[in-house]
């Protein structure tokens, strides 16, 4: 009969985010962090399918509450307006007192950042499809979803810098208004008659 080990994922997850930090993560292995833990293998495997899982796991949950929120939106939202409405809502749910560690680990590593980088792309391709289920064409769904992939990238790293200051919705709102002030059109310049 098994046994229960209390916190075995909050253990193991530690565990590793500790020898990642220390050693690197290409230098660390499953048996290594299952050591430091003081858990088996058989355990690792029931939480995670692989080291990389420690620091990615559950973001496959992601591009789903994302689609969600954005089909929860208030229909007589305008499809960007949605957009914002959705990331704020999941903004409001993702909670990680981990996020400036694994953040480092992943910038460290190319073969993390790719993963990152197909993680992301999973959440563009669901907003985009979320839109276009809305109502919006496919083309504006096209343009509008990796916009808010980036605002949301953004204001989770501007939010995993310093969790403390602001929630990820506080974060995302204003990564959106930073984003729609910099899209103001400039004024015309003057011009003034050379005398």
């Not at 290594?32 to 990615?56: N, P």
């Not at 694994?102 to 993680?119: D, F, H, M, N, W």
């Not at 979320?130 to 790293?157: K, S, W, Y």
Request: hydrophobic share 50%; proline share 5%; aromatic share 6%.
């Amino acid at each position: 009969m098994p046994r229960w080990e209390p916190q075995a994922r909050d253990r193991l997850r530690d565990a590793a985010l500790e020898l990642f930090l220390a050693h690197g993560f290409d230098n660390v292995t499953v048996a290594q962090i299952t050591e430091r833990a003081g858990l088996t293998r058989r355990t690792f495997s029931r939480y995670f399918a692989d080291k990389r899982d420690v620091l990615f796991a559950g973001s496959e949950e992601l591009p789903a509450a994302l689609a969600a929120a954005v089909g929860r939106a208030d229909r007589d939202l305008a499809p960007f307006a949605a957009l914002l409405t959705a990331l704020t809502a999941v903004g409001d749910l993702v909670g990680d007192e981990h996020a400036a560690e694994r953040r480092a680990i992943v910038a460290a590593s190319p073969e993390l950042q790719e993963r990152g980088l197909t993680k992301y792309a999973a959440v563009t391709s669901a907003l985009a499809a979320a839109l276009e289920r809305r109502g919006a064409e496919a083309a504006t769904a096209a343009l509008l979803a990796p916009v808010g992939t980036a605002i949301f990238r953004a204001a989770f790293d501007r939010w995993a810098e310093q969790p403390e200051r602001a929630s990820l919705a506080d974060r995302i709102r204003e990564t959106a208004a930073e984003l729609a002030a910099n899209l103001q059109p400039a004024a015309p310049p003057r011009v003034t008659a050379a005398g």
